[in-house]
């Protein structure tokens, strides 16, 4: 059982930024794959961005060029990264941490981001 907990969501202005930030509770090998996905109040819950194990990344096209997704291995621990730049309103959602690990998937609690003047 792999534990997930995301932090680093918050409030922030219209072209501000953020940094979120996941924790995974053990060291993951093998092949997999780590994402953020989004969900906006009323709206389904959608793929951001993902990296792949062998360091691919995939973005949703609404925030190509502005968000940036990375991992680290670190202390024997997992990291995942969401370097949010030029935030929009549109962006407004609790941002859940996803690792997929053969038909294993695991779920963070979520961040919530709030993008308002």
């Known amino acids: 059982q792999v534990q997930l907990v995301e932090s680093g969501g918050g409030l922030v202005q219209p072209g501000g930024s953020l940094r979120l930030s996941c924790a995974a509770s053990?060291?993951?090998?093998?092949?997999?794959?780590m994402g953020w996905y989004r969900q906006a109040p009323g709206k389904q819950r959608e793929l951001v961005a993902v990296i792949s194990s062998g360091g691919s990344t995939n973005y949703a096209d609404s925030v190509k060029g502005r968000f940036t997704i990375s991992r680290d291995n670190a202390k024997n621990t997992m990291y995942l990264y969401l370097q949010m730049n030029s935030l929009k309103p549109e962006d407004t959602a609790v941002y859940y941490c996803n690792l997929q690990l053969g038909s294993l998937g695991y779920w963070g609690q979520g961040t919530q981001v709030t993008v308002s003047s």
């Open positions: 053990a060291m993951i090998v093998g092949i997999y794959a």
